[in-house]
């Protein structure tokens, strides 16, 4: 699997595909602060059984009809998995995959309310052994895949192990208030950072990975603005970030592959990769773009094993 040389990522590198509904619409877009309330308001207080099945179906129907840039996004980027595909295909294909995330999203809700729990099976627990064995740090990457938050707190149930988890800042800084309230609510012992300029974040993260922390995340999409390095993914090219290649190498621990995928109502089965031990020769350079290709190959098994979990919704190849 080839690789580029670094370059850095345009802006809004991989957010979702905004036009004019979004300009309409303001705080009322999928992306505002109205939704995340009603979502998370709904998920809580409205049946079961209409959130986990009905909901869904009708809502992934609205956003296809809707959101016309972001359906033909997804269609776009499956043909690659899934092969080409008409135009009735291609609906479905996106249809299903806006389905299986509106299941998610309702259920991340659920999680942060009362007396909602997902159960999930683990697969490849000696592989974290390898990268986390006698309470040393690691950097737990996944990609937007599923229920991938599971992914992140596999390891918050261990004594006094702390989780930092670095994720996207939101479109709407109203709703990234919201999401870090609520995220807060899941685990204490997961700490919330959001990725951006300040070189004080991986120092932070530094130290913790050497204190015997852990640090989480996302592989698959660079932020804007963020030094990248072009890898193969299908046989097409895709800018991978290289911040958690960097940040393992820098503190001196292994990157430990781990994604999650919808097995059902409040159901997943979370998989761990073989540990990547980042090289530290000479060669930064080169360290960086070995390792960058064995997490490429992790992230394109994980698409294929549920491809309708790979939740992109900004086109990334013509």
């Not at 479905?92 to 509106?102: D, I, N, Q």
């Not at 996207?168 to 919330?192: H, L, N």
């Not at 990769?273 to 994980?302: G, K, M």
Request: with cysteine; charged share 20%; aromatic share 10%.
């Amino acid at each position: 699997m080839t690789t580029t040389a670094s370059e850095r990522a345009p802006e809004r590198a991989h957010a979702p595909e905004l036009g004019l509904t979004h300009r309409l619409l303001g705080r009322f877009h999928v992306t505002g602060i109205f939704w995340y309330r009603l979502h998370y308001w709904a998920s809580i207080h409205l049946p079961r059984w209409f959130m986990n099945q009905a909901g869904p179906v009708i809502i992934s129907f609205v956003f296809c009809l809707v959101m016309g840039k972001i359906r033909r996004a997804v269609a776009a980027n499956l043909e690659p998995v899934l092969g080409p595909a008409g135009p009735v295909t291609r609906w479905r294909r996106a249809y299903r995959t806006l389905r299986t995330f509106a299941c998610c999203l309702t259920e991340r809700y659920q999680r942060m309310g009362p007396g909602a729990k997902t159960q999930f099976a683990i697969e490849g627990l000696p592989h974290w052994v390898a990268g986390t064995g006698e309470g040393r740090g690691a950097v737990l990457v996944s990609a937007h895949l599923g229920p991938w938050e599971n992914s992140t707190y596999l390891g918050d149930d261990e004594e006094a192990r702390i989780v930092h988890v670095v994720r996207e800042e939101e479109i709407d800084p109203r709703a990234q208030a919201f999401i870090s309230e609520m995220v807060g609510k899941i685990s204490d012992k997961v700490v919330t950072h959001y990725a951006g300029d300040d070189p004080r974040l991986a120092i932070e993260l530094s130290e913790a990975l050497r204190r015997g922390e852990l640090v989480a995340l996302q592989g698959d999409r660079p932020r804007a603005g963020g030094r990248t390095i072009t890898a193969q993914i299908f046989g097409k090219p895709m800018p991978l970030p290289i911040g958690p290649v960097a940040l393992a190498r820098a503190a001196g621990v292994p990157l430990l592959p781990i994604f999650s995928f919808r097995e059902g109502v409040l159901q997943a089965r979370t998989v761990v990769r073989a540990p990547i031990f980042v090289a530290r020769t000479a060669n930064r350079d080169a360290d960086h773009t070995a390792a960058i290709s064995q997490l490429a190959a992790d992230i394109e098994w994980a698409i294929r094993e549920r491809p309708h979990q790979w939740f992109c919704f900004k086109r990334l190849w013509d």
